[in-house]
């Protein structure tokens, strides 16, 4: 398909454009925002060198090079075609154009003008909070690093960094708390790894076998878990949901099975009664008809068959075979988690969450329980564990409160004098809960934030780099809204951990193209360490 792609939407350079074989001519992606252009022209002169004249001429860029088309077609995020003769279409450029399956791909007429972030595997599920693919593969061009290195992601979510580590041909380490976010991780990270042929092939061996007949509840769920899922489901919901388990767990490829239960858990919430628009588990009766989850289950499945064997189609065969880990841990231990890799890490890029972030656990509730990874009656306790949490008892508040106490010398002071201010009047009479937890949340997650960069530190290669991409949240006291700006805070909090302070990017955005503010709720901020 990429051969398609390339003859379709090559371009011959115009005459005003140098017509010198030694300068490559590049046009770059017209929708970017401010702060990605800065980025597109970072990782440019990152795989060419930094000292290479760059100059814009009619809208192209010129460039002279002796480094190969080839290798910075391959490569590049943020340009959509380039070359010295005529231009054409980069490999990433190729890769977004999957998004819409196979055929819509190959009928498109033009260059697609907006943007693509759900190509590929990338769209697997509907996971809260995701990263952007092209902004990871970015920082992997301008930190320079190369094939076979090792990438870690300590709060590895949904895996889009792992996912696009393994496309560039680098080893990918991630780790994550939520069960959930480890499964998708590991799936996609594994079909990356698979060609399109065998992907295709295990796809219709096994949805050929699927035959959805009634299976016992007892069989796949303890009584207090379905106790649990019969508040939430319908009768014949959970009947036809165990109908699916029991093709599901037929598989004998444990990557065509995940793959699987992922595409389950992806239609958990429409078939349930769980507010579709609501982040959290709130009840709306709904009618179910019988066989509903089954039909989605299987639109879903050709869904992302379409997407990814797209995908896989354009995504070239790799010279190497990088390797994934891709483990459920705590980001606060994870020195001892992969201590085989100390000093060994050559890059670091994440998204840690927000100070009372999105309620990750809770939001997918209904899936951790119907896959059997997260029992009922342990939710609580691991929504605690979660750096970012703002899921807190009374009794854990007070406990949070003085671990706070104990261990506050450990950040700057400035952040001290904030928690301490919104304590001062949150923790007054007649306070709402919220309010009243929210001095010791911040305090605990600035203080976790502490510990895994610290322990994330000691497995990193001397001067190799970090990217924590961060958002910033406010809150209200007395009244009075008062900022938390977390990006600064955790840039001062990464040096106080043994991180060296590189580079502060703020993720400036167009207001009239603001797309980010859907996914992530804020501006960001790209903080740049060294080890």
């Known amino acids: 398909m990429i051969d398609v792609i390339k003859k379709k939407f090559s371009l011959t350079m115009p005459l005003f454009v140098s017509s010198d074989r030694d300068f ?109 693919p092209q902004l990871v593969k970015s920082l992997i061009n301008i930190a320079g690093v190369s094939e076979n290195s090792f990438i870690l992601d300590p709060m590895s979510g949904s895996g889009t960094t792992p996912c696009e580590v393994l496309a560039m041909g680098c080893n990918a380490l991630g780790l994550d708390l939520n069960p959930l976010s480890v499964l998708i991780s590991q799936v996609k990270c594994s079909l990356i790894l698979e060609t399109h042929k065998t992907f295709k ?54 990557v065509y099975k995940e793959f699987f239960r992922v595409c389950f858990s992806n239609i958990i919430r429409p078939i349930s009664w769980q507010k579709e628009t609501d982040l959290r588990v709130r009840k709306e009766i709904k009618v179910y008809d019988k ?55 050559d890059l670091l890029i994440t998204s840690p969450p927000y100070a009372t972030a999105l309620p990750y656990l809770d939001t997918d509730r209904l899936s951790l329980i119907i ?25 854990q508040r007070v406990e949070a409160w003085d671990y706070y106490l104990i261990r506050r010398k450990v950040l700057p002071s400035n952040i001290i ?51 924590y991409i961060v958002g910033n949240n406010s809150t209200t006291v007395n009244s009075k809204k008062i900022m938390i700006p977390t990006d600064s805070y955790l840039y001062e909090i990464g040096e106080v951990a043994g991180w060296k302070q590189n580079e502060f990017i703020p993720m400036e955005l167009l207001s ?8 992530r709720g804020s501006t960001e901020t790209i903080l740049h360490f060294r080890a």
């Open 24 to 132: 490559l001519k590049l046009e770059m992606k017209p929708y970017l925002q401010p702060f990605e252009e800065n980025l597109a022209i970072r990782e440019l002169l990152a795989l060419i060198g930094t000292e290479t004249p760059l100059r814009e001429e009619n809208g192209y860029y010129i460039i002279k090079t002796e480094v190969s088309e080839e290798f910075l077609l391959s490569r590049l995020t943020y340009w959509q075609r380039l070359g010295r003769d005529y231009l054409i279409p980069t490999l990433q450029k190729s890769l977004e154009f999957t998004q819409n399956g196979f055929e819509k791909t190959k009928l498109q007429k033009e260059l697609h003008n907006a943007r693509r972030l759900r190509y590929g595997p990338h769209d697997i599920h509907e996971y809260r909070g995701k990263f952007f």
């Open 201 to 254: 092939e295990n796809i219709d061996k096994n949805v050929n076998k699927f035959r959805f007949s009634k299976c016992k509840l007892e069989d796949h769920w303890n009584s207090e878990d379905l106790k649990y899922l019969k508040l939430w489901f319908s009768e014949a919901a959970l009947d036809d949901c165990a109908s699916i388990l029991g093709n599901i767990n037929k598989i004998n490829n444990p």
């Open 291 to 345: 066989g509903m989850a089954i039909d989605k289950f299987n639109e879903e499945v050709l869904k992302q068959y379409d997407k990814i064997y797209s995908y896989l189609s354009v995504l070239p065969p790799r010279s190497n075979h990088p390797m994934f880990s891709i483990k459920q841990g705590d980001s606060l231990r994870i020195s001892e988690l992969f201590s085989q890799y100390k000093n060994k890490v």
């Open 371 to 395: 896959l059997g990874l997260l029992p009922h009656k342990e939710h609580k306790y691991a929504e605690f564990q979660m750096v970012g949490t703002r899921e807190i008892s009374e009794r």
């Open 417 to 467: 004098k904030l928690i301490d201010e919104i304590a001062n009047h949150n923790h007054g009479d007649n306070i709402g809960f919220r309010r009243r937890n929210l001095p010791a949340l911040l305090g605990r997650y600035f203080i976790n934030m502490f510990d895994a960069m610290k322990s994330a530190h000691s497995l990193m290669k001397k001067g190799a780099s970090a990217f």
């Open 512 to 519: 009239s193209r603001d797309i980010f503010r859907e996914n």
